[in-house]
């Protein structure tokens, strides 16, 4: 599962493969390092037109996984002793979000999918965890895979969601946030050899970007699929 990824295109190039008409990001830093729930570049349709937005990383999670949290939460209290308002601690229950995407006939995702909510996320260079290279300690390195030597501008399928009430953490307290993340499919030869469960989506070219955002779910479904074997290489 991708959590994280490096950018160092500048936005005019963001801007001109992905025909965005709008720019809200003001200056983007020159290399930009993206873990989970920080803020980063995406292209979204909105009313206004094809706008580059800066917008958190993490879909809202399933209510289920919110519920089972709160649940787990309450019980302990009231082994303590604690009363427990449950309706007051799940509308609390920290929800960090969902960074990747993979089993879209989900309910919870369906309502997502439209054009509306579809987006592309921009990065040269994407790690996955390499477990079979566990360093001192026990820690695990990243993999880093790019489409070539010169780390080219690329796209993940992304969606995103707007104005979603959450507590993201709790010292921030209750927020209203827009936030995206972006899908998985299984992996090509490159990211198995570290990775055997699932790669980004990513899109392969303009025309793939443009049918992203713009015809129906039905049809955008099958970009839903592994990049083909070659198509990435390892980097620094």
Known sequence: MCNLYNITSNQEAIRAITRALIDS?????????????????????????????????????SQKALLDNASKRADKLRAKGKEVDFDELL?????????????????????WLGIENRCVVPF????????????EGGRVPNAWFAGGKDRPLMFFAG?????WRSVRKVKEGEIVVDLYGFLTTEPNAEVK???????????????????????????????QRPLPDGALIRVD
């Open 25 to 61: 990001t003001g200056n983007l830093e020159p290399e930009l390092d993206v873990y989970p729930d920080r803020m980063a570049p995406i292209v979204r349709n909105t009313d206004a037109g094809r706008e580059l937005a800066l917008v958190r990383w993490g879909l809202p999670s």
């Open 159 to 163: 969606l995103w969601v707007p104005e």
């Open 193 to 223: 050899a570290v990775h055997p469960k699932a790669m980004p989506v990513i899109l392969k070219n303009e025309d793939e970007i443009e049918r992203w955002l713009t015809v129906p779910w039905l049809e955008a479904k099958d970009l």
């Open 91 to 111: 509308r609390m229950e920290p929800d960090g979000g969902t960074t990747n995407v993979r089993n879209t006939s989900s309910k919870h995702w369906a309502r």
């Open 124 to 135: 040269n260079r994407f790690a996955e965890p390499d477990y079979g290279s566990r360093i």
